[in-house]
């Protein structure tokens, strides 16, 4: 695993003494989106709540072909670039109002990760898109929000 930016936001609602923790799993998909607008609704419902924005790439293939036109080093920074843009899009939809936010980029398998930073994080519930990015039509849930329900010990919210 590798982590490559854990930054906090907007910060200072006031001191307490217990914070309750939200982990916002997002891959640039509408849905994640709509999970991130769910978690900010339940922010305004409980006091003292912190977001936890989380990006998962998977790693970029160790072997490239020898053929290809791409440059290695090219290849390997588009994960890392569209991350960045998923967390920017993510903050510019969080309110200025004091919210407390951190940000995170992670590199590899996306649901246990996702699931691993939660129980790490001591985050009361995880909110997630239904469907990602790589939508399919036929199923009623995304492969990746269903190995987070199977893995995490956290609750799940699953927002469609």
Same mark, same amino acid.
């Given at each position: 695993?590798?982590?490559?930016?854990?930054?906090?936001?907007?910060?200072?609602?006031?001191?307490?003494?217990?914070?309750?923790? !939200?982990?916002?799993?997002?891959?640039?998909?509408?849905?994640?989106?709509?999970?991130?607008?769910?978690?900010?609704?339940?922010?305004?419902?409980?006091?003292?709540?912190?977001?936890?924005?989380?990006?998962?790439?998977?790693?970029?293939?160790?072997?490239?072909?020898?053929?290809?036109?791409?440059?290695?080093?090219?290849?390997?920074?588009?994960?890392?670039?569209?991350?960045?843009?998923?967390?920017?899009?993510?903050?510019?939809?969080?309110?200025?109002?004091?919210?407390?936010?951190?940000?995170?980029?992670?590199?590899?398998?996306?649901?246990?990760?996702?699931?691993?930073?939660?129980?790490?994080?001591?985050?009361?519930?995880?909110?997630?898109?239904?469907?990602?990015?790589?939508?399919?039509?036929?199923?009623?849930?995304?492969?990746?929000?269903?190995? !987070?329900?199977?893995?995490?010990?956290?609750?799940?919210?699953?927002?469609?």
């Amino acid at each position: 695993m590798q982590r490559r930016q854990a930054q906090v936001g907007v910060c200072d609602s006031g001191s307490s003494l217990r914070v309750h923790r !939200v982990l916002v799993a997002l891959d640039g998909s509408e849905c994640a989106f709509r999970a991130l607008s769910a978690a900010i609704d339940r922010s305004r419902e409980i006091a003292d709540t912190a977001l936890h924005l989380l990006t998962v790439h998977r790693p970029p293939d160790t072997l490239d072909d020898p053929g290809s036109w791409r440059p290695r080093r090219r290849t390997q920074s588009l994960p890392t670039l569209r991350s960045d843009w998923i967390l920017r899009q993510a903050e510019q939809r969080i309110p200025i109002a004091g919210l407390q936010h951190t940000k995170e980029v992670l590199e590899g398998e996306p649901a246990k990760l996702i699931a691993q930073r939660a129980g790490q994080l001591r985050c009361e519930v995880i909110f997630v898109g239904a469907h990602g990015a790589g939508r399919t039509q036929s199923r009623d849930l995304g492969s990746v929000a269903a190995q !987070v329900c199977a893995l995490s010990v956290v609750p799940v919210r699953l927002i469609k």
